[in-house]
């Protein structure tokens, strides 16, 4: 049986987005909610701190996360006394430096369709006798499914494609930390390039065909 080039990579790269934008939804939800709702001073400073990664470079971001999550860091150093095992040059320690990096790209979307919706629904929501938490789950959420659908899109490809805070993070570990865009480079480097383009071809497929299939859905979803 003919093996797929790159299928490992790809296969550990699907594996890392996946478990990304779980723990970024799960994370960003109620602070993209608390952003398009507060007014509160601390709003645009942190509001610049989600927005960090898309201005700093990447290695950038990496250096410093290689320094918190080492056995030395004030991360790295409780995680290595309760497991016994460091959290750098893991894909746990991946997972952690990917939902960092591509913050902005979950929270950005998903504050941006909360406020869109306005007080009139909610405030409707609760005059019926709906409490805030059901109110948020049975209107704000279902509103703002674009944003969602969009936040996990966005948070996703931009896994996909990460390099320099991976190479920092993880390193190059067969099985473990070496997903594609690293395997992409390492056989650029040594000038196998027609692995580096079937690696390259899988990859630039399958974002085309979800990028479609969200903007598929994002239309069949607007307004009349």
Known sequence: MMEIPGLGPFLLTLKLAGVTIMVLLILG??????????????????EAIVALPLVLPPT??????????????????PWMSLTGSALTFTFTGLVVASVLYSLPFVVQPLQNAFE???????????????????????VAVPLARRGYITAAVLGFAHTLGEFGVILM????????????????????????YSE???????LLVFSFIVLLGVYTTNRRWRPL
């Open 116 to 138: 869109s919706i306005g007080d009139a629904p909610l405030e409707a929501a609760w005059v019926s006798g709906a409490r805030p938490l059901d109110a948020f789950f049975t």
């Open 169 to 192: 993070v993880g390193g190059n570990i067969p099985g473990e930390t070496r997903v594609i865009s690293i395997a992409i480079y390492d056989h650029v480097e040594t000038m196998a």
């Open 29 to 46: 939800t109620p602070l993209a909610w608390w952003l398009a709702r507060t007014r509160s001073r601390l709003k645009m400073p942190m």
């Open 196 to 202: 580096a383009h079937a690696m390259s071809a899988i």
């Open 60 to 77: 950038v971001i990496g250096f410093y996360l290689l320094i918190v999550l080492g056995p030395q860091g004030f991360i790295g150093g």
